[in-house]
Structures are given as structure tokens and as C-alpha cells.
């Protein structure tokens, strides 16, 4: 994996996610309009996600979603020293889907989200997982602030 600029650590400091919930290991890059991360969550057995011990491509939307939550937390933290506001998904759109599993990839997951708009009232954000240069998933994530 690429050197982190956040490791595990601190990502779950500024998450209001769980023990392995927490999808993604580190931050390998970010700015105020995007940021880029990288994991090896999607092989480990225990992964919260999976189901018959399978884990679902569908469940990249979730991976999509927390770097969002991520990189909004890392400017807030940046903008005023504040944590991340609580939120709800509201959507998930043009999700794409290339493979029906993720627990069979052994190579580490990339994944790059990137602000579409934001306000204090939400945020709408683009997202694009691959593995070993291939793109696994892609989609839009909508969150609104509570």
C-alpha cells in the first residue's frame, strides 16, 4: 500500500464508526475536494460486511459512503478544529458494480471520492474503488446533516 497520510488509527478518531466497521486503513492523499484511501478490510475474515462468509460487491457502497465521511471529517477538523457533523445517507445513485464479490481480491482496494457539492445541509459526493488498477465499483453518495 501507498504511504499514509492518515493511518487506521487516526481515521477511526474522526469516524462515529466501530471496531470493524472502519473499512478503510489509511489516507494516501487529500484536499478540500477530494481525497484518496487505500484497505485490505474487504479479505479480512472477520469483516462485519460479510455474509456466508462472502463478501458482496454491493457492500462497496458502504466503502464509497465512509470516505466521504473521512474526507468530511478531515476539513472539518482542517476548517475549525471541529469534528464531523452526524449525518444520514440519503443516496446511493449510478451505483456500478463490476464483480459480484470482493473478499476474493487479493490485492489492496483504492478508492477516490470527490466533492460534487456541499452545503451545511449536506453533502453529495462521487466515488471510484479499484483493485490492482481495475475499477471494482463507482457511484454517487448523498449524505444530509442532521
Known sequence: MSP?????????SLLLHA???VLWQSVTAWDD??????????????NPLRLDDRLSSLH??????????????LLARKK?????????????????MHGARIDNIGAPLSGTARILLASAAGSI???EISAEGQR???GRVSVNTL
Open 80 to 96: 475549525d478544529g471541529g469534528k464531523l457533523a452526524p449525518g444520514v445517507l440519503t443516496a446511493l445513485r449510478d451505483f456500478e
Open 4 to 12: 499514509a497520510i492518515c493511518d487506521e488509527a487516526e481515521i477511526r
Open 136 to 138: 471494482i465499483a463507482s
Open 60 to 73: 462497496l457502497g458502504e466503502y464509497g459512503a465512509q470516505m466521504m465521511a473521512i474526507h468530511g471529517a
Open 33 to 46: 475536494n477530494s481525497l484518496q484511501c487505500q484497505t485490505l478490510t474487504h479479505a479480512d475474515p472477520l
Open 19 to 21: 471496531d470493524r466497521m
Open 125 to 127: 459526493y462521487e466515488f
